[in-house]
């Protein structure tokens, strides 16, 4: 058996103000950092051990992975940082209000945008620059749908975490809503039309247990100190 434990990270700024985010960077509130701390205390509680980190190059799950990791005392293992687990990109509805585009599109719009499958945000006119994705060679997108996040993201699953869980060795993803509901989807092997169905709430752990050959054998919501 070899486990898996993905989290969304703390709440940040944009999710208090409920603004659309994508790939642009916010930090965490104080709520955002107690719910990291939390974390780890609830999987350092479980006591498992994991060989390596996975995060996005987005600032609010970094910090929410060095939050866990200081809390269970596992700083020490190598935290591979990864843009094909960043956050969906939003496009035009990039640091806008989630209310105030409600009013625009209706409800049914904004829901399509936000949980559906193939639906595409509106682009951006002009495609944004930033270093750390230049660096790599990677043009950053004028928007993306679920299923454009699952394509990019599926190629890093395959080729880094998938063989290192064949190995035996305990694995945590530390990333958004929407990149880790596009992996729940391929573990889940969810529908499309099922997958708007799917949350994922900031700081509530879910833990994945494995055979020898990736079946999921039990999957949990991890269950924080004084919830029910």
């Known amino acids: 058996m070899v486990d898996l434990v993905i989290v969304r990270h703390g709440q940040s700024q944009a999710n208090r103000d409920n603004i659309f985010t994508g790939w642009t960077d916010v930090p965490l509130t104080p709520e ?4 990291g701390i939390t974390v780890g205390h609830e999987l350092k509680r479980l006591g498992i051990r994991f060989s390596d980190a996975h995060t996005s190059y987005m600032e609010r799950a970094i910090m929410t992975t060095n939050l866990v990791l200081d809390e269970i005392d596992q700083l020490y293992i190598p935290i591979h940082k990864t843009w094909r687990l960043n956050e969906r990109h939003y496009g035009a509805l990039s640091g806008r209000n989630k209310a105030e585009v409600k009013k625009e599109v209706g409800a049914d719009q904004l829901h399509r945008w936000r949980r559906g499958f193939t639906d595409l945000p509106p682009q951006l006119e002009h495609r944004q620059h930033e270093r750390r994705y230049d660096r790599l060679g990677v043009r950053m997108p004028l928007s993306e749908s679920l299923a454009m996040t699952q ?4 190629p890093y699953w395959q080729d880094q975490i998938a063989p290192r869980l064949l ?3 305990n694995q945590l993803i530390v990333a958004h809503g ?6 729940i989807k391929y573990l889940d092997q969810i529908p499309d039309d099922e997958i708007d169905q799917v949350e994922v709430p900031n700081g509530k752990p879910i833990w994945y247990r494995f055979d020898d050959r990736l079946n999921i054998v039990k999957k949990t919501f991890i269950t924080m100190d ?3």
């Open 167 to 169: 190995d035996g060795k």
């Open 226 to 228: 004084g919830e029910n």
């Open 151 to 154: 394509q990019r993201l599926l």
């Open 178 to 183: 929407s990149s880790l509901r596009a992996l």
């Open 32 to 35: 955002g950092i107690r719910q």
